[in-house]
């Protein structure tokens, strides 16, 4: 299983790094298995720390995207790497295990605390539909324009069913991103 997850790490110096990482359920074990390169692979190889956490905030999945990675943070209890201070749980990892790819490095890591913070108060379809928006703006690059047109068109059917506030909002961002992108492509092929 893939749980959709913030990752957040520092550097040796202390430099709070937030992404979101598909985090695989590895025989008790979590799997962070970031592409190359990476700020949250240099700081996990770097300092042996993690935290995942666990939000249904989507905005902070799109804010990391499309530069906005500044989320509030506190302290972790059991590792020096802060955590969301509005996550609904989360977990801190220590690295046990690196795999070496070069491409795509497998990272294991395991649980070393816990702790729940706020009730998980269903699901939304507007929350998958932002996600999964979030992860063809990581793609942006490598996909022919036509596959992100056609997977926007299926996703904002449960978007505009569903959505709340914060779910407009990480929308809104996602959608000014694509449009740039967009734009850029269309610039390229007129100065062809
Ligand atoms: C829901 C979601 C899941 C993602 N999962 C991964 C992942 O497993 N590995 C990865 O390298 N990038 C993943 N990404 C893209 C990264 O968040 C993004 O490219 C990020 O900047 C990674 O690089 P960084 O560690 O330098 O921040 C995901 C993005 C989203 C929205």
């Keep these: 299983m893939i749980l959709e997850t913030i990752v957040t790490t520092h550097s040796t110096e202390a430099e709070t790094h937030i992404a979101p990482m598909g985090v695989h359920l590895a025989d008790g074990q979590m799997l962070v298995m970031p592409f190359r390169p990476s700020v949250t692979l240099e700081n996990l190889l770097a300092t042996g720390?993690?935290?995942?956490?666990?939000?249904?905030?989507?905005?902070?999945?799109?804010?990391?995207?499309?530069?906005?990675?500044r989320w509030p943070l506190v302290a972790s209890e059991k590792v020096s790497v802060p955590r969301l201070a509005d996550c609904l749980s989360h977990v801190e990892l220590e690295l046990v295990r690196v795999e070496e790819d070069a491409l795509r490095p497998k990272l294991y890591c395991s649980v070393v605390h816990e702790a729940n913070h706020a009730p998980f108060k269903g699901f939304n379809r507007a929350q998958y539909s932002v996600l999964e928006v979030a992860i063809l703006v990581s793609r942006l690059g490598r996909l022919p324009w036509s596959k992100v047109e056609s997977e926007l068109a299926y996703l904002r059917i449960g978007f505009e069913k569903c959505a709340g506030e914060r779910e407009k909002?990480?929308?809104?961002?996602?959608?000014?991103?694509?449009?740039?992108?967009?734009?850029?492509?269309?610039n390229r092929m007129v100065d062809l």
């Design 169 to 186: 909002e990480a929308w809104g961002w996602l959608m000014e991103k694509i449009e740039g992108h967009r734009n850029e492509v269309i």
């Design 49 to 69: 720390q993690a935290v995942l956490n666990h939000t249904d905030d989507v905005r902070v999945f799109a804010g990391c995207l499309t530069g906005r990675r």
